[in-house]
Nanobody
Framework: QVQLVESGGDLVQPGGSLRLTCTAS????????IAWFRQAPGKDREGLSAISPTMGNGNTYYLDSVKGRFTISRNTAKNTVYLQMNDLQPEDTAVYYCAAGHPGLRVAFLDGTDYGTWGQGTQVTVSS
C-alpha cells in the first residue's frame, strides 16, 4: 500500500525550530518528486518546498517567503524526506502535508496538481 505519513508537528514559540518528517511506505521516495505544502484555516493550500527525484536533477525548490528559513532534504536509507523549519512565526501556523509527485515527474515545483499521493498532515502551531 502506497502511503505517506508526516510527523514532527508541535507547538513552538516564535523564533523556534521544528523538523518535519515524511515517511513513505510501499514505494521509494528517491524515485519521486516530493513536496511540502501547508494549509492554514480559511486559507488556500500553499506549496513550500520540493525536491526532485534522484533520477531527475535532484534539485530543490522553495517558495520565496520561506527561502533561508526552510530546508528540504532526503534520507534515501530511511526512505524519508525532511523539512527543517527555522525562525518560525505565528503566520507559519498550519497543517503541513507532504506529497509525492505523479510517476515520471522529473522536476519538482509547487503545483499541487503535480502530486497524487498525500499524507494526512501534521499540525504546526507557533504561539507564545
Amino acid at each position: 500500500q502506497v502511503q505517506l505519513v508526516e510527523s514532527g508537528g508541535d507547538l513552538v514559540q516564535p523564533g523556534g525550530s521544528l523538523r518535519l518528517t515524511c515517511t513513505a511506505s510501499g514505494f521509494q521516495l528517491r524515485n519521486y518528486a516530493i513536496a511540502w505544502f501547508r494549509q492554514a484555516p480559511g486559507k488556500d493550500r500553499e506549496g513550500l518546498s520540493a525536491i526532485s527525484p534522484t533520477m531527475g536533477n535532484g534539485n530543490t525548490y522553495y517558495l520565496d517567503s520561506v527561502k533561508g528559513r526552510f530546508t528540504i532534504s532526503r534520507n534515501t536509507a530511511k526512505n524519508t524526506v525532511y523539512l527543517q523549519m527555522n525562525d518560525l512565526q505565528p503566520e507559519d501556523t498550519a497543517v503541513y502535508y507532504c506529497a509525492a509527485g505523479h510517476p515520471g515527474l522529473r522536476v519538482a515545483f509547487l503545483d499541487g496538481t503535480d502530486y497524487g499521493t498525500w499524507g494526512q498532515g501534521t499540525q504546526v502551531t507557533v504561539s507564545s
